[in-house]
């Protein structure tokens, strides 16, 4: 049984972002991305538990998960009793750590 994957409003802007970016040098490779992005959260609600415990703050965990093909980009999402929430989508350069911070 899979659950239900639902894309914060960052999430959805951070996907389109990177999507927008990466247009802009390579059209297929953009297309790609999104593909691998939809894929991973796929498997993402197949094995919820599949993404590393990633701490941020004192109080807040979430889970990592790199999306397939682009391992410098990383997703970060909360297991819910009958969803998965995907907080963000980043990019390994950033300052993961401080952007999620304000996040939450």
Known sequence: MTTKII?????QLD??????????SDPEV??????AARSTFVEIARMPLIGQQYEVGET????????KGFRRYLIFY??????????????GS???????????
């Open 7 to 11: 894309l914060s409003p960052e999430a």
């Open 15 to 24: 996907l389109m972002d990177f999507c927008d970016y990466l247009d802009e």
């Open 30 to 35: 953009s297309m790609r991305f999104f593909d």
């Open 60 to 67: 807040q965990s979430l889970r990592k998960w790199r999306i």
């Open 78 to 91: 909360r297991v819910k009793p009958e969803t998965i929430e995907i907080v963000r989508l980043l990019h």
């Open 94 to 104: 950033q300052d993961v750590d401080s952007i999620l911070t304000r996040n939450l």
